[in-house]
């Protein structure tokens, strides 16, 4: 490989630092070359007096600018250590979710309460709107699909007992439809967390009671990210203990 191909990755903090001394280094040479001989370095009006009275405040300036925006720096860095790409404040959103599911290639995994407004929103076989039915695109493009939902026994909700026969029977419906690429199960405990998986983009959130999910914030990370890591392992765990 040519030496020209080469790339070299230096941290931006370290690059700043470096200009600002090439930059320090190229005014201290221009002063030198354009400053009186006749004025001496030390005299109350010599030129260390003239160069200190110009670059102290200035430095100080940018000392207290650098530390400030160090700090935001780190703090950034470590979301992105992290790997989460957005906050969400709340999941009710359905084209940002539907254009993850539109770019599915391989895998879309999804744990909640009932599922229904899910299917009622990318899995609606009868809308003439392509963005309900995005869901069944990817099924037809064998995108392999689970999901987990709570059994009805622990859903004390207003209107979740209809919600769950609803999507019971659209979840067998699938199945039927799809049964290389469409799994289903339910979890036997309250719901407690909203895992959404598509490919390598995670969207986690917390499930309350008494509050509709739609109504609380998600985070969207990356699977391979330390932040999403124990989702995909707390999934993957109720799913094998999870019945049909």
Same mark, same amino acid.
């Given at each position: 490989?040519?030496?020209?191909?080469?790339?070299?990755?230096?941290?931006?903090?370290?690059?700043?630092?470096?200009?600002?001394?090439?930059?320090?280094?190229?005014?201290?040479?221009?002063?030198?070359?354009?400053?009186?001989?006749?004025?001496?370095?030390?005299?109350?009006?010599?030129?260390?007096?003239? $160069?200190?009275?110009?670059?102290?405040?200035?430095?100080?300036?940018?000392?207290?600018?650098?530390?400030?925006?160090?700090?935001? @720096?780190?703090?950034?860095?470590? $979301?992105?250590?992290?790997?989460?790409?957005?906050?969400?404040?709340?999941?009710?959103?359905?084209?940002y979710y539907g254009s993850l599911i539109e770019k599915a290639k391989k895998q879309i995994d999804?744990?909640?309460?009932?599922?229904?407004?899910?299917?009622?929103? @990318?899995?609606?076989?009868?809308?003439?709107?392509?963005?309900?039915?995005?869901?069944?695109?990817?099924?037809?493009?064998?995108?392999?699909?689970?999901?987990?939902?709570?059994?009805?026994?622990?859903?004390?909700?207003?209107?979740?007992?209809?919600k769950f026969a609803s999507a019971a029977r659209q979840l067998s419906e699938l199945k039927a439809?799809?049964?290389? =690429? @469409?799994?289903?199960?339910? @979890?036997?405990?309250?719901?407690?967390?909203?895992?959404?998986?598509?490919?390598?983009? =995670?969207?986690?959130?917390?499930?309350?009671?008494?509050?509709?999910?739609?109504?609380?914030?998600?985070?969207?990370?990356? =699977?391979?990210?330390?932040?999403?890591?124990?989702?995909?392992?707390?999934?993957n765990h109720e799913w094998g203990l999870a019945v049909e």
């Amino acid at each position: 490989m040519s030496i020209f191909e080469k790339r070299l990755v230096i941290p931006l903090h370290w690059a700043i630092l470096l200009l600002l001394v090439i930059l320090t280094g190229v005014f201290w040479a221009l002063f030198k070359s354009f400053a009186p001989a006749e004025k001496g370095w030390t005299t109350p009006e010599g030129l260390f007096y003239v $160069l200190a009275s110009g670059m102290v405040p200035g430095l100080v300036v940018a000392l207290i600018q650098y530390t400030l925006q160090w700090s935001e @720096f780190r703090e950034i860095s470590r $979301l992105r250590g992290l790997k989460v790409k957005s906050i969400l404040m709340t999941r009710d959103d359905a084209r940002y979710y539907g254009s993850l599911i539109e770019k599915a290639k391989k895998q879309i995994d999804l744990m909640g309460g009932t599922a229904s407004r899910f299917l009622e929103d @990318f899995a609606a076989s009868s809308s003439p709107i392509e963005a309900n039915r995005v869901l069944l695109s990817a099924l037809d493009r064998k995108v392999h699909v689970r999901i987990i939902v709570a059994n009805e026994t622990h859903l004390g909700q207003v209107g979740q007992q209809e919600k769950f026969a609803s999507a019971a029977r659209q979840l067998s419906e699938l199945k039927a439809k799809y049964p290389d =690429c @469409f799994e289903y199960k339910y @979890f036997d405990h309250s719901p407690t967390h909203n895992i959404f998986r598509i490919d390598n983009d =995670c969207l986690v959130g917390p499930q309350f009671p008494n509050i509709r999910s739609k109504d609380t914030p998600a985070v969207h990370t990356v =699977c391979d990210g330390t932040f999403a890591k124990p989702y995909i392992d707390y999934f993957n765990h109720e799913w094998g203990l999870a019945v049909e």
